[in-house]
């Protein structure tokens, strides 16, 4: 199991990252923002946990945690001395899956930890299918009648979150919160463009995607998770 450690205050982060080997977690530093973005793009997929300050130079916590979210599905627990309520939700909203304000117990950090990284290794085994239409979490894969289906980055997040959820209806403002984050500031109608090409992707499967006019998206279809 693996965890990144990213906080610009070299004594915050030499205790983390000792924490965190003392129990056994292979564990990487970075100082700064641009550091954690290489580490982020060679062991991305092997790293299961990012502890992420906010405040750092390069690039900030929100522009890591951004990146993370886009292209890996890497667990991140933001821990920074920012304690008010709008960065608690600004946190969350942006895709972070848990917040802990400086400073920290160190028993409270361990389990927060421990837990996300759990919740990480559960979604990384499930598969799920709808007929002969397969999402893999772990392969992060689509197939149909078991042949791969090549999606972008951003249509196979859609298929995931969609099947997930299937028969929610998810408002364009929920979508845009779990797979652009909150800091995104672009026109919310990519979200109808993405829908339009993962329908093309998947061919027979298009019409389980169902529009509901002025609202958002569903996935319309049993989906049992392998």
Partial sequence: MTILVVDDDIRINELLTDIFTMEGYETYSAFDGEQALKIIEKKGKSIDLIVLDVMMPEF????????????????VLMLTALTDENSEVKAIRSGADDYVPKPFKRAVLLERAKRL??????????????????????????YIDEKEVKLTQKEFNLLH?????????????????????YVYDGNDRTIDTHIKMLRHS??????????????GYSFEGEVKIL
Avoid: P
Avoid at 202 to 215: A, E, F, L, P, W
């Fill in 60 to 75: 900030d916590g929100w522009e890591v945690l951004s990146f993370v979210k886009d292209n890996t599905d890497c667990k």
């Fill in 117 to 142: 990284i759990s919740d990480r290794r559960k979604e990384q085994s499930r598969k799920y299918q709808c007929e002969s239409l397969v999402l893999s979490v772990m392969e992060h894969k689509v």
């Fill in 161 to 181: 979150l969609l099947m997930k959820n299937s028969s929610i209806v998810l408002t364009r403002e929920a979508i845009l919160d779990k797979i652009w984050g």
């Fill in 202 to 215: 998947i061919g027979d499967y298009s019409d389980k995607i169902r529009t509901v006019r002025g609202v």
